[in-house]
């Protein structure tokens, strides 16, 4: 039996004192005191059944009672078999800068091109996966939380589509930066947040996690034990898109160090086990970025940088997509589950219920003792 | 303490006393000592009939005869562990006292013997106005065995030592080894033994048949030996039948050693008549 246990394995100890009830029970039992006892009054002892019955349901009912308190304890194995649900949030940068058209007979712009390319890739995973978007220029804006509703990722995503001149598309596309350690930020505090209850981080504890990731890369990051535990980071990505220049931070921030530093994100999305894709057009990474998601001898790689030129087209994005697709595909997982269960209540039910059928027979004319 | 019965003690062989013939009965019996004649009544024996006195008076007459006396009628009671199952002993006290105002109210020498595993009280037989209530106040003030056991052979033995002769009524339940007594008994094998004994086999009621129950288990302890044994009362019958077996054995055992026995059972309501019987069918069998 898997994972037997006592709970109070001492109370088997009790068993020991049952030869002594027994031979209490037989010198205390109800005699007739009879003149004489003739040897041939031998042949008329019940049988063993009837002569014993009681000491047999009375040991019952004491082991069952005993064994209820030792309360025995086994597992129960269940094995679960089911494909990974991927959790996928899809970074775009709406910079103005993304709304240059992609060639001068085309009315699309860069960023409708990465929005279809977006939009396919939605198509493609499956649909356990939670897909969740952000939009980010200056500042990173959440367009919808993780949810494996494609449809509504499919309308969120047309609503910052350059034709339909959102108010959110205008507000992004105001903004000139790049900033992508915000965004980056932002999905993984959107993962943060949707972790189980035990290990769900307060709103506080997202805040101090985020300050220790302003200061200048290679300051020790404290990774709260909560995220620890939650083993987190399996199946999780983040996936950027963007055409400007991966910096750590951006360049207005360096001396007040208010945002994220990309490349403390990144150490921290390495030892959570969150995987980083970047989709940079025209290839402007920062060298300390590149060196940051350079895998570590010994460990698995972060990610990888796709990087393409300026002058992309649909096929090209879809490409990069399916090529994330096919690195981000869905595993089989077994779910192995040991769940403990204790028989207290059994044994005791039984013990009350020998004790019963023993009471039930005493009441019988031919079984009760005189 | 009031005699409960009345009995007539009536010995099959003459008492083996050197005074027999001197001490007269007060009453007319079966002795051997002539008293006179009578006519014949229909009922009597026709072995009593003088033909002498017919003959010379053309009608029947029967011989009368003095009952004999002068016997030590000594009352051997058993007072063990398994007499106190019951009413056995009051029974046992009742008949001890009724036989011994019996003896001593036609001035017969009376004696007791308390027995367990050996002699517990012994009182010598004497016809003396105070043996009476000597006799009742060691019934009253029996001594509780201490043994378990029941010995008979040993008592008997005692009473062959200290008694030349002597008529002994034995009252127990005889839950003894009665194979010792054959050795025992053989000298009282002769035609006219000196130490002629009775057995008045006391039983009480669940001992002599079990009814009223027909099922259940019923655990039964000795009370001599301690040793238990579970009862399956489905098979009351046969145990009924196992006791009265036993029973037989028992008459037959004392009946081999030369002891006429009467089975007495507390609930019965002719024990008078029963133990009379005894000595009347006793004498009916005289030689």
Known sequence: MPGFELQYPLA??????????????????????????IPEMANLRPGFWKRNYNGIFFSLVYTCLVLSLVNPGYSKETVEEFIESKWLF??????????????????????DLALDGISSFIDMRRSDD??????????????APLTFDKDLLKAKLDLVRSKNHSRIYRELGAGGGTNASEAVWLSLSAFFSMLPEENRLSVEQIAGMREFLLGEPGALLDIPQKIRNAALGTGMAVILFTDGRIEPTQRAHVHSGALPNLVNIITLMK?????????????????????????????????????????????????????IDILETNRNLTRITLQPRW??????????????????????????KL | MKPRYRFDILLKHPPRNDMAGDWAGLDRGT?????????????????????????????????????????????????????????????????TVSLAHAALRSNNPCGLLLFADKVLTWIPPSAAPRQFHRIVNALQQAPAAKNRQTCLAPTLEFVMKRLASCFGVIISDFHTD?????????AADSRFPAHEMVALHVLEDAEYQLTG????????????????????????????????????????TLAAVGIDSAVLPVGATDIQARVNTLFSRRLAARV
């Open chain 1, 343 to 368: 028989t207290r209540h059994i044994l005791a039910f039984l013990g009350f219920g020998f004790m019963a059928l023993h009471l039930l027979l005493r009441s019988l004319p031919q079984l009760r």
């Open chain 1, 130 to 143: 939670y897909i969740g978007l952000v939009a980010f220029s200056s500042y990173a804006k959440l367009l």
């Open chain 2, 178 to 186: 009665l194979g010792k007594l054959k050795s025992l008994m053989d």
């Open chain 2, 213 to 252: 129950i027909d099922s259940g288990l019923l655990t039964l302890q000795d009370m001599e030996s301690g040793q238990q044994t579970a009862l399956d009362l489905s098979r009351l019958d046969e145990f009924n039948a196992l006791l009265r077996r036993e029973r037989e054995r028992t008459v037959r």
């Open chain 1, 90 to 111: 899809l970074a775009l940068d709406l910079s103005g800068s993304m709304k240059r058209p992609v060639s001068m007979f085309s009315d699309q712009t860069l960023g």
């Open chain 1, 271 to 323: 030892a959570v086990g969150v995987r980083f894709y970047i989709i940079s057009v025209g290839g402007e990474v920062d060298e300390a970025v590149e060196r940051a998601m350079q895998p570590v001898t010994g460990e698995p790689a972060v990610g990888r940088i796709f990087v393409t030129s300026r002058g992309l087209d649909r096929e090209q994005i879809e490409e990069v997509y399916r090529e």
């Open chain 2, 31 to 95: 002795g051997y000592e002539f008293w006179g004649l009578r006519k014949y009544l229909p009922g009597d024996s026709w072995s009593r009939i003088d033909w002498k006195a017919c003959a010379r008076s053309g009608e029947l007459h029967v011989r009368e005869f003095l009952r004999d006396s002068a016997y030590n009628l000594l009352l051997i009671c058993d007072v063990s562990r398994s007499m106190h199952f019951g009413n056995k002993f009051g029974l046992a006290k009742d008949l």
């Open chain 1, 12 to 37: 088997l100890l009790l068993l020991l004192l049952a030869p002594l009830f027994l031979m209490l029970r037989r010198r205390t039992r109800r005699k007739l005191p009879f003149p004489s006892i």
